[in-house]
């Protein structure tokens, strides 16, 4: 059983930065695909960016926030990243990570996720 432990939300001017962490524990990390998630008040859940830990770290994000967040990972410390650079208020969420056995952006294909974390960009 995979579990996930996000970190790292907080409360930030537009403009700002924040790194969110994801600690995996439990599973085989680097067998796994990564991704991060976010959703908003009265929205649905939506994609954010995504990883394979193993096809030599290949990324894929949303167009929303191409260019402006990075997705990492630390295999030896089981860990996954997100900065998140130039945030607008239109950024505020809760952040979750998943982990999941397929390359996809399809939140039902993802099979374990952390409890989340609040970011909030003010204006």
């Known amino acids: 059983q995979v579990q996930l432990v996000e970190s790292g939300g907080g409360l930030v001017q537009a403009g700002g930065s924040l790194r969110l962490s994801c600690a995996a524990s439990g599973g085989t990390f680097s067998t796994y695909v990564m991704a991060w998630f976010r959703q908003a008040p009265g929205r649905e859940r939506e994609f954010v960016a995504r990883m394979h830990a193993v096809n030599g770290g290949s990324t894929t994000y949303a167009d929303s926030v191409k260019g402006r967040f990075t997705i990492s990972g630390d295999n030896a410390e089981n860990t996954v990243y997100l900065q998140m650079n130039s945030l607008t208020p239109e950024d505020t969420a809760v952040y979750s990570c998943?982990?999941?056995?397929?390359?996809?952006?399809?939140?039902?294909?993802?099979?374990?996720w952390g409890q989340g974390t609040q970011v909030t960009v003010s204006s």
């Open positions: 998943a982990a999941g056995l397929y390359y996809t952006s399809a939140t039902s294909k993802y099979h374990y």
